[in-house]
């Protein structure tokens, strides 16, 4: 199996001196943006400090709720669900509400009763349901985020940091119906069989070009929190402010800022492969293989990596996968694509006796080493 790593470097780092330059004009306790798909860190302040996120927490707890995928699964409120102050979406005990219903009422009205209803659904209470949430957080690869509420109410060690939630909404924006819910300025929910109307808190889907969510949030504790997305092109961008009394501006001028940084930038592996087939008319084949293209940012070191054998087994045929290659940035795997086989006789497959097989195949692995 022959396996080859490639090194593009990026010569965007002209740009970086910029970033600390640009750190005065968020008004901000906390804050970061950052490149979706590669985490690369385009603006940051004090990035890694904990602090109260106040209803972004909904953010993990609408995430696991969209990763039961039984959105149609009904449930009745109960009187603990909903024996919690905050913003709500109108739930009473003994109300009937489909997950699907209840993933829009986290997300847009940030109804704690909503996410209460949620996770002692899933979870059975919710000191059970923090446990799943920090298990995702752990699996996500993050340190410094420790949940105790699904609502995101204040309670002690109840924190997070601007860049980890910043990669909590990117991996939570991978999920279809989560990010649809996001994305959704209104939407009509049921309640029993009453529809109602709910509205998203979020005013950056209807003010900034390319929104497409994520969370508001706000306490005493922690002031006013938000967590945006936007996508413009192939490109995701994802800003995070905590404690910021002027987030509507900050993250405009933020999000402005990243899409004058990215860049998207076509890789394409080496084309020219020839693989030997065993038992063959023909005793080698092309390997095809597909480009991927990545936005970068400033900085970035686009590497792939080809994972192709030395020699593939009769029968072949135009297209099969015969390899892949791994495409990262700054050393984080962003995507893939297949590497096929590319002839027109392929499949014809030469009649020989047993020795004359078994010496043809010594020659073809002889060629290949």
């Known amino acids: 199996m022959k396996i080859l790593k490639v090194s593009v470097i ?12 640009y750190a005065a004009k968020t008004s901000a306790k906390s804050a970061v943006l950052i490149n979706a798909d590669t985490f690369s860190v385009l603006y940051s302040h004090n990035m890694t400090e904990r602090l109260p996120m106040a209803s972004t927490t909904k953010i993990m707890t609408a995430l696991i709720l969209a990763e039961q995928n039984t959105p149609q699964k009904t449930i009745t409120v109960t009187e603990n669900m909903v024996k919690v102050e905050g913003s709500s979406m109108g739930l009473r005990a003994g109300d009937t509400v489909t997950y699907h219903d209840l ?3 986290i997300l847009l009205p940030s109804g704690n009763d909503a996410a209460n209803a949620a996770a002692i659904s899933v979870a ?3 000191e059970k349901f923090a446990i799943l949430m920090n298990k995702k957080v752990a699996d996500f690869g993050l340190h410094n985020t420790n949940f105790v509420t699904p609502s995101g109410l204040d309670a002690n060690g109840h924190f997070t940091t601007a860049y980890d939630l910043a990669v909590i ?5 991978k999920n279809e119906n989560f990010a649809l819910a996001a994305a959704s300025y209104t939407a009509k929910v049921k309640i029993n ?3 109602i109307t709910l509205k998203n808190h979020n005013k950056l889907l209807k003010i900034y070009d390319g929104a497409i969510g994520v969370k508001t949030g706000f306490t005493k504790a922690s002031g006013r929190c938000l967590v945006s997305a936007a996508k413009k092109g192939n490109t995701t961008l994802i800003a995070v402010t905590l404690n910021d009394k002027n987030d509507w501006q900050d993250h405009t001028d933020l999000l402005d800022y990243g899409f004058s940084l990215t860049t998207e930038t076509t890789v394409a592996p080496k084309n020219n492969t020839k693989i030997s087939v065993l038992n063959q008319a023909e ?6 293989f597909k480009p991927l293209t990545i936005t970068t940012t400033p900085g970035d070191d686009i590497t792939y990596k080809v994972v192709l054998p030395s020699v593939v087994f009769s029968p072949v ?17 962003i995507g893939k694509t297949n590497i096929t086989a590319d002839s027109e006789h392929i499949n014809t497959v030469i009649e020989q006796n047993f020795y004359k097989k078994l010496f043809n195949t010594y020659k073809t692995l002889l060629r290949s080493l």
Do not use: H, P, R, W
Not at 10 to 21: D, K, R, T
Not at 317 to 333: A, P, R
């Open 124 to 126: 059975g209470s919710i």
């Open 103 to 105: 993933l829009y009422g």
């Open 169 to 173: 909404a990117a991996n939570a924006l």
């Open 10 to 21: 990026m010569g965007m780092f002209l740009l970086c001196f910029s970033f600390n330059a």
């Open 283 to 288: 005793e080698t084949i092309n390997a095809v």
């Open 317 to 333: 045929k135009k297209g099969d996968v015969i390899g892949y290659t791994l495409f990262y940035v700054n050393g984080k795997q």
């Open 193 to 195: 069989d009453t529809t």
